[in-house]
């Protein structure tokens, strides 16, 4: 079964600037999570979509918003890009629809964003 | 969440046994105790989960006291390939699929 893909890998985009990340889930799973990891800030949960809906929501600027496709797929935006926004996101999927005591998430590889 | 306390590092030789030992003393009734692996530049993976008392899988086992406010890593032989940084997380099982990270365990293994 092919694990969770993220693209670009890498990216580089100006101050001011909107990026838009991509996130394919594993197949069959249904939760995608989104997380920022930055240096100083460790690892941040953004939001987790669900069937196409936000279920939950982290710590984050309005600038930062995602979506989820009907085939799970899942993007999300940031908008007027800030230095600090400069970090690697990560993706999650799990199959977990949140009865199950199964808490394992499944990363994909990452995408680094550097803002200059 | 319950928040957790773990070492910042830790340093071991090739062939050792690694116990990373977690604290959590606030955790809840019905929270799981999760343990992720992550590889600079890429992103965590699952090592293993438990309640209570001891659970075994092919890389790791895990220790939990009957109080369950601590927990324990276990890695068997470590070799250069382990270093990495280790994230115990206590969760609901219920719930959404949240996870809070902390500033995880930096482990070290020397040759």
């Known amino acids: 079964k092919a694990g969770v893909t993220q693209t670009p890998r890498y990216l580089i985009k100006t101050r001011g600037q909107q990026v838009t990340l991509s996130c394919s889930p594993i197949?069959?799973?249904?939760?995608v999570s989104w997380y920022q990891q930055t240096p100083g800030q460790g690892l941040q949960f953004l939001f987790e979509?669900?069937?196409?809906?936000?279920?939950n929501k982290g710590n984050f600027p309005g600038r930062f918003s995602g979506r989820q496709f009907s085939n799970s797929r899942s993007e999300m935006n940031v908008s007027t890009l800030e230095l600090g926004d400069s970090a690697l996101y990560l993706c999650?999927?799990?199959?977990?629809?949140?009865?199950?005591?199964?808490?394992?998430?499944?990363f994909g590889p990452g995408t680094r964003l550097t803002v200059t | 969440l319950a928040k957790t306390t773990q070492p910042i590092s830790m340093d071991s030789y090739e062939g050792q046994e690694v116990n990373i030992t977690c604290s959590h003393n606030n955790i809840a009734t019905n929270d799981y105790i999760t343990w992720y692996q992550q590889f600079p530049s890429q992103g965590p993976r699952f090592i293993i989960q438990?309640?209570?008392t001891k659970v075994t899988n092919e890389v790791a086992s895990l220790f939990i006291p009957a109080d369950r406010k601590s927990s324990t890593l276990s890695l068997p032989r470590v070799s250069l390939s382990d270093t990495a940084v280790y994230y115990c997380?206590?969760?609901?099982?219920?719930?959404?699929?949240?996870?809070?990270f902390g500033a995880g365990t930096r482990l070290a293994v020397h040759p």
């Open positions: 997380l206590v969760g609901a099982s219920g719930g959404y699929n949240k996870l809070i």
């Open positions: 197949s069959g799973h249904r939760s």
């Open positions: 979509y669900f069937s196409e809906t936000q279920r």
């Open positions: 438990g309640y209570k």
């Open positions: 999650a999927s799990s199959s977990r629809t949140g009865g199950s005591p199964t808490y394992e998430q499944y």
